[in-house]
């Protein structure tokens, strides 16, 4: 992985839903993590549509989804 492919420290932190710091945050076994909510919310409408759950950065399918360890602040 060379340095343009490293994610910065910051982006780490950020839900990729709602581009704010993590919050009760969640990891898809793709290892992507969002808000706890905002994962929610993106599951339910996938849930409506009948349609296949994917990560929404990676579009990897997936099944798993974990809670995340908080981050002492």
């Known amino acids: 992985m060379n340095q343009e492919e490293t994610p910065k420290p910051n982006t780490l932190l950020t839900c990729q839903i709602c581009l704010k710091v993590l919050y009760n945050a969640v990891a898809l076994d793709c ?14 409408s996938i849930d409506e549509q009948n349609k296949k759950l994917v990560c929404p950065s990676c579009k990897q399918d997936v099944q798993l989804i974990k809670k995340n360890y908080p981050i002492n602040e």
């Open 31 to 44: 290892s992507h993590n969002f808000c706890g909510s905002c994962i929610s919310v993106y599951i339910k």
